[in-house]
């Protein structure tokens, strides 16, 4: 897995949160509590002086693990986060799983109407997955949560701060350049927490981070941030493998975004 410029990643991210924080009247973020809005989320930090001066959002099916709970009640403290945890059904889903399908963002919407956020900042990379390789800086969804992946807006010469006429709201996908292993050894350089989890117990750790029905560890000695870096270094393991495969199919993933899925 090839490393890049961190500095030349980290200027890039701040400029596009600065940029959404500026041009919209009411923006949001998501967190998970993974590793990449957990580095999104110091990153903006970092853009306004140590504070996040939007609100943070988590989408809660409430069968998140334990661990993920505590470092979102620690860290939201800690980061003294203006956080809004929104209840996510647990419901039967025709295009995803039942506990992160369409539910989530149907949930989502239902935060958006009633905050009348018009931006929402996201944490999703590029390298994750092959429909997340479609996605702009800045994308439109329309009124009804929809993206029309087939037809976005261009941003050349990195101005994503051209005016977007819609009537919806516009995700912002700062850390979008960002792969893996950048995520890792920002981690390292700048000290951010994480969740416990990514972390080798009795041989296995999780990679990707979902909820205790769609995720399962995958095998791993790897028990620092050194040696997760050094870990990926050399592995051929996909990222996501240890996530629902009936969600993580490509058209699948593709429908479900289409749909407004996080």
Known sequence: M?????????ERSIYVIREAEMKFKNV?????????????LALTRKAFL???PFPVIHIDNSIDFPETYKFRQDLAKKWKLDLIVAESEIKPDLVGSACCGKNKPDTLKKVMDQYGFDALIVSIRRDEHGIRAKERYMSPRDKDFKWNYKNQPAEL??????KLD????????????????DIWRYVKQEHIPVNPLYFSRNGYRYRSLGCTHCTIPLKSEAKS??????ELETTKVEERSGRSMDKEREYVMQKLRALGYL
């Open 157 to 162: 010469w990195d101005d994503y701060s051209s």
């Open 2 to 10: 090839i490393a890049q410029d961190l500095k030349v990643l980290e």
């Open 166 to 181: 819609v009537k919806g709201h516009i995700r912002v996908h700062p850390i979008l350049d960002w792969n893996e292993i």
């Open 28 to 40: 949001a973020a998501l967190w998970s509590m993974g590793k990449d809005s957990t580095t999104m």
């Open 225 to 230: 941030v050194d040696d997760i870096i050094k």
């Open 50 to 52: 140590g504070k996040v």
